[in-house]
């Protein structure tokens, strides 16, 4: 079992910045690939950016690409998403998510197994 926090969300204008974070606890945290996914009202859960267990690989959704950059420090069990120029279209939930397998994946929400509950990021225009 892997149990995920997640916090930093909020509320902040376009073309702002904020830094989500992600605490694991739990199994081995370091094996797992880890993912931050979103979900605005009424729409399906997306993939937002990915990283390998060690942290050498990332992907990345091609709406945030170039904005948002992933990035996790094993000692502390953490995985962060540093998100900037935000616009208003990236309102919505974010969640934090492990993987099954140890490399980055490419998005496919059923690699991964573990969830955090969400923190809440506003964009207002």
């Known amino acids: 079992q892997v149990q995920l926090v997640e916090s930093g969300g909020g509320l902040v204008q376009a073309g702002g910045s904020l830094r989500l974070s992600c605490a694991a606890s739990?199994?081995?945290?370091?094996?797992?690939?880890m993912g931050w996914f979103r979900q605005a009202p009424g729409k399906e859960r997306e993939f937002v950016a990915a990283?390998?267990?060690?942290?050498?690989?990332?992907y990345y959704a091609d709406s945030v690409k170039g904005r948002f950059t992933i990035s996790r420090d094993n000692a502390k069990s953490t995985v962060d998403l540093q998100m900037s120029s935000l616009k208003p279209e990236d309102t919505a939930v974010y969640y934090c998510?492990?993987?099954?397998?140890?490399?980055?994946?490419?998005?496919?929400?059923?690699?991964?197994?573990?969830w955090g509950q969400g923190t809440q990021v506003t964009v207002s225009s």
């Open positions: 998510a492990a993987r099954k397998g140890r490399g980055p994946g490419t998005g496919r929400i059923y690699t991964y197994e573990y």
């Open positions: 739990g199994r081995t945290f370091s094996s797992n690939g």
């Open positions: 990283i390998s267990w060690s942290g050498d690989s990332t």
